[in-house]
Antibody
Framework: QITLKESGPTLVKPTQTLTLTCAFS??????????VGWIRQPPGKALEWLAH???????YYSTSLKSRLTITKDTSQNQVVLTLANVDPVDTGTYYC?????????????WGQGTLVTVSS | DIQMTQSPSSLSASVGDRVTITCRAS??????LNWYQQQPGKAPSLLIY???ILQSGVPSRFSGSGSGTDFTLTINSLQPEDFATYYC??????????FGQGTKLEIK
Protein backbone atom coordinates (compact mmCIF):
# COMPACT_ATOMS: atom_id res chain seq x y z
CA GLN A 1 0.00 0.00 0.00
CA ILE A 2 1.41 3.33 -1.09
CA THR A 3 1.25 6.18 1.40
CA LEU A 4 2.79 9.64 1.45
CA LYS A 5 2.84 12.24 4.19
CA GLU A 6 4.03 15.83 4.11
CA SER A 7 5.63 17.62 7.03
CA GLY A 8 7.12 21.02 7.65
CA PRO A 9 6.49 24.37 9.30
CA THR A 10 2.99 25.78 9.42
CA LEU A 11 4.22 29.40 9.57
CA VAL A 12 7.13 30.94 7.71
CA LYS A 13 8.22 34.58 7.57
CA PRO A 14 8.62 36.41 4.28
CA THR A 15 12.09 36.08 2.68
CA GLN A 16 12.79 32.86 4.60
CA THR A 17 13.31 29.45 3.00
CA LEU A 18 10.52 26.89 3.31
CA THR A 19 11.59 23.26 3.68
CA LEU A 20 9.03 20.50 3.29
CA THR A 21 9.54 16.76 3.63
CA CYS A 22 7.56 14.00 2.00
CA ALA A 23 7.88 10.65 3.76
CA PHE A 24 6.58 7.73 1.76
CA SER A 25 6.17 3.99 1.93
CA UNK A 26 4.95 1.17 -0.26
CA UNK A 27 7.18 1.79 -3.28
CA UNK A 28 10.79 2.01 -4.26
CA UNK A 29 12.14 5.36 -5.41
CA UNK A 30 15.25 3.90 -6.96
CA UNK A 31 14.14 3.51 -10.56
CA UNK A 32 13.40 5.97 -13.33
CA UNK A 33 9.85 4.60 -13.61
CA UNK A 34 8.75 6.32 -10.42
CA UNK A 35 8.82 9.92 -9.31
CA VAL A 36 7.64 11.92 -6.34
CA GLY A 37 6.15 15.30 -7.06
CA TRP A 38 5.00 18.40 -5.23
CA ILE A 39 1.81 20.31 -5.99
CA ARG A 40 0.45 23.29 -4.08
CA GLN A 41 -2.91 25.00 -3.73
CA PRO A 42 -3.45 28.53 -2.44
CA PRO A 43 -6.62 28.86 -0.33
CA GLY A 44 -9.67 28.70 -2.59
CA LYS A 45 -7.57 28.48 -5.74
CA ALA A 46 -6.43 25.92 -8.27
CA LEU A 47 -3.74 23.28 -8.06
CA GLU A 48 -0.27 24.33 -9.18
CA TRP A 49 2.38 21.80 -10.15
CA LEU A 50 5.78 22.60 -8.61
CA ALA A 51 8.32 19.87 -9.26
CA HIS A 52 9.06 16.17 -9.32
CA UNK A 53 12.10 13.94 -8.99
CA UNK A 54 12.68 10.49 -10.44
CA UNK A 55 14.51 7.64 -8.83
CA UNK A 56 17.47 8.20 -11.17
CA UNK A 57 17.65 11.76 -9.78
CA UNK A 58 16.19 13.48 -12.86
CA UNK A 59 14.45 16.63 -11.69
CA TYR A 60 11.82 18.85 -13.27
CA TYR A 61 10.65 22.24 -12.02
CA SER A 62 7.87 24.70 -12.70
CA THR A 63 9.34 27.25 -15.08
CA SER A 64 7.84 30.14 -13.11
CA LEU A 65 9.36 28.98 -9.80
CA LYS A 66 12.49 27.23 -10.98
CA SER A 67 14.88 29.81 -9.58
CA ARG A 68 13.46 29.37 -6.07
CA LEU A 69 12.80 25.61 -5.93
CA THR A 70 15.07 22.72 -5.07
CA ILE A 71 13.96 19.10 -4.88
CA THR A 72 16.11 16.31 -3.50
CA LYS A 73 15.65 12.72 -2.45
CA ASP A 74 16.97 10.48 0.27
CA THR A 75 16.35 6.97 -0.97
CA SER A 76 17.64 5.34 2.22
CA GLN A 77 15.11 7.31 4.27
CA ASN A 78 12.27 7.09 1.72
CA GLN A 79 11.96 10.84 1.70
CA VAL A 80 11.81 13.68 -0.78
CA VAL A 81 12.54 17.23 0.29
CA LEU A 82 11.34 20.42 -1.38
CA THR A 83 12.78 23.81 -0.56
CA LEU A 84 11.30 27.12 -1.67
CA ALA A 85 13.55 30.11 -1.19
CA ASN A 86 12.62 33.70 -0.49
CA VAL A 87 8.96 33.01 0.33
CA ASP A 88 6.23 35.60 0.01
CA PRO A 89 2.64 35.69 1.30
CA VAL A 90 1.49 34.50 -2.14
CA ASP A 91 3.25 31.20 -1.36
CA THR A 92 0.66 30.53 1.33
CA GLY A 93 -1.29 27.36 0.68
CA THR A 94 -1.55 23.62 1.07
CA TYR A 95 1.42 21.70 -0.25
CA TYR A 96 0.88 18.12 -1.43
CA CYS A 97 3.37 15.45 -2.38
CA UNK A 98 2.27 12.70 -4.73
CA UNK A 99 3.50 9.47 -6.32
CA UNK A 100 3.96 9.76 -10.09
CA UNK A 101 3.62 6.51 -11.90
CA UNK A 102 5.07 6.45 -15.39
CA UNK A 103 4.05 3.45 -17.40
CA UNK A 104 2.39 4.44 -20.66
CA UNK A 105 0.89 7.56 -19.11
CA UNK A 106 2.20 9.75 -16.34
CA UNK A 107 -0.24 10.14 -13.48
CA UNK A 108 -0.24 11.22 -9.86
CA UNK A 109 -2.07 8.20 -8.54
CA UNK A 110 -1.39 8.54 -4.81
CA TRP A 111 -1.38 11.76 -2.81
CA GLY A 112 -0.46 12.81 0.68
CA GLN A 113 -3.00 14.59 2.85
CA GLY A 114 -1.28 17.94 2.35
CA THR A 115 0.29 20.40 4.75
CA LEU A 116 -0.88 23.99 5.14
CA VAL A 117 1.83 26.62 5.08
CA THR A 118 1.19 30.26 5.92
CA VAL A 119 3.70 32.93 4.97
CA SER A 120 3.30 35.92 7.23
CA SER A 121 5.40 38.23 9.33
CA ASP B 1 4.59 26.07 -21.44
CA ILE B 2 1.38 24.21 -22.24
CA GLN B 3 -1.70 26.00 -20.89
CA MET B 4 -4.82 24.11 -19.86
CA THR B 5 -8.21 25.83 -19.95
CA GLN B 6 -11.27 24.28 -18.35
CA SER B 7 -14.87 25.25 -18.86
CA PRO B 8 -17.10 26.03 -17.21
CA SER B 9 -15.39 27.27 -14.05
CA SER B 10 -18.51 26.36 -12.08
CA LEU B 11 -21.58 24.30 -12.78
CA SER B 12 -24.86 23.67 -10.95
CA ALA B 13 -26.65 20.37 -11.42
CA SER B 14 -29.06 18.03 -9.70
CA VAL B 15 -28.69 14.46 -8.52
CA GLY B 16 -29.34 12.20 -11.49
CA ASP B 17 -28.21 14.74 -14.09
CA ARG B 18 -25.54 14.17 -16.71
CA VAL B 19 -22.79 16.79 -16.83
CA THR B 20 -19.85 17.46 -19.09
CA ILE B 21 -16.69 19.41 -18.31
CA THR B 22 -14.28 20.39 -21.03
CA CYS B 23 -10.54 20.93 -21.00
CA ARG B 24 -8.53 22.48 -23.82
CA ALA B 25 -4.76 22.39 -24.20
CA SER B 26 -2.81 25.21 -25.85
CA UNK B 27 -1.07 22.64 -28.05
CA UNK B 28 -1.55 19.00 -28.89
CA UNK B 29 -0.92 16.67 -25.95
CA UNK B 30 -2.06 13.48 -27.70
CA UNK B 31 -3.93 11.55 -24.99
CA UNK B 32 -1.71 12.62 -22.09
CA LEU B 33 -4.56 14.06 -20.06
CA ASN B 34 -5.59 13.23 -16.51
CA TRP B 35 -8.70 14.14 -14.53
CA TYR B 36 -8.76 14.54 -10.76
CA GLN B 37 -11.59 15.02 -8.29
CA GLN B 38 -11.10 17.10 -5.15
CA GLN B 39 -13.55 17.09 -2.28
CA PRO B 40 -13.45 20.12 0.07
CA GLY B 41 -10.55 19.90 2.49
CA LYS B 42 -9.18 16.75 0.87
CA ALA B 43 -6.33 15.90 -1.45
CA PRO B 44 -7.16 15.38 -5.12
CA SER B 45 -7.80 11.84 -6.29
CA LEU B 46 -7.17 10.41 -9.74
CA LEU B 47 -10.28 9.66 -11.78
CA ILE B 48 -9.14 9.17 -15.35
CA TYR B 49 -5.77 8.98 -17.08
CA UNK B 50 -4.72 8.65 -20.68
CA UNK B 51 -7.78 10.79 -21.50
CA UNK B 52 -10.23 7.91 -21.15
CA ILE B 53 -8.88 5.17 -18.87
CA LEU B 54 -10.80 4.85 -15.63
CA GLN B 55 -8.62 4.57 -12.56
CA SER B 56 -9.24 1.40 -10.56
CA GLY B 57 -12.14 1.81 -8.16
CA VAL B 58 -13.70 4.79 -9.91
CA PRO B 59 -17.41 4.32 -10.71
CA SER B 60 -18.32 3.69 -14.33
CA ARG B 61 -20.60 6.75 -14.42
CA PHE B 62 -17.37 8.72 -14.97
CA SER B 63 -15.96 8.76 -18.48
CA GLY B 64 -13.40 10.74 -20.42
CA SER B 65 -12.79 11.35 -24.08
CA GLY B 66 -10.70 13.40 -26.44
CA SER B 67 -7.24 13.65 -27.91
CA GLY B 68 -4.99 16.35 -29.24
CA THR B 69 -6.20 19.58 -27.69
CA ASP B 70 -9.83 18.99 -26.70
CA PHE B 71 -11.01 16.73 -23.90
CA THR B 72 -14.18 16.09 -21.94
CA LEU B 73 -15.11 14.57 -18.60
CA THR B 74 -18.65 13.27 -18.43
CA ILE B 75 -20.48 12.20 -15.30
CA ASN B 76 -23.68 10.26 -15.85
CA SER B 77 -26.43 10.09 -13.25
CA LEU B 78 -24.82 12.44 -10.72
CA GLN B 79 -24.61 11.14 -7.18
CA PRO B 80 -24.40 13.32 -4.04
CA GLU B 81 -20.73 12.39 -3.55
CA ASP B 82 -19.85 13.72 -7.04
CA PHE B 83 -20.30 17.35 -6.04
CA ALA B 84 -16.70 18.45 -5.89
CA THR B 85 -14.08 20.33 -7.89
CA TYR B 86 -12.58 18.68 -10.97
CA TYR B 87 -9.17 19.39 -12.48
CA CYS B 88 -7.58 18.34 -15.72
CA UNK B 89 -3.81 17.99 -15.98
CA UNK B 90 -1.53 17.45 -18.94
CA UNK B 91 1.40 15.06 -18.63
CA UNK B 92 2.66 15.41 -22.21
CA UNK B 93 5.40 17.86 -21.46
CA UNK B 94 7.88 16.41 -19.01
CA UNK B 95 9.10 19.94 -18.41
CA UNK B 96 5.94 21.04 -16.66
CA UNK B 97 2.74 19.16 -15.74
CA UNK B 98 0.12 21.89 -15.94
CA PHE B 99 -3.28 21.79 -14.25
CA GLY B 100 -6.43 23.47 -15.46
CA GLN B 101 -8.05 26.10 -13.27
CA GLY B 102 -10.71 23.71 -12.00
CA THR B 103 -14.46 23.26 -12.36
CA LYS B 104 -16.60 23.42 -9.24
CA LEU B 105 -19.67 21.21 -9.49
CA GLU B 106 -22.40 22.34 -7.13
CA ILE B 107 -25.82 21.06 -6.22
CA LYS B 108 -28.68 22.96 -7.84
Amino acid sequence: QITLKESGPTLVKPTQTLTLTCAFSGFSHSTNAVAVGWIRQPPGKALEWLAHIYGNDDKYYSTSLKSRLTITKDTSQNQVVLTLANVDPVDTGTYYCAHLQSSKYYTYDYWGQGTLVTVSS
Amino acid sequence: DIQMTQSPSSLSASVGDRVTITCRASQSISRNLNWYQQQPGKAPSLLIYGASILQSGVPSRFSGSGSGTDFTLTINSLQPEDFATYYCQQSYSSIMYTFGQGTKLEIK
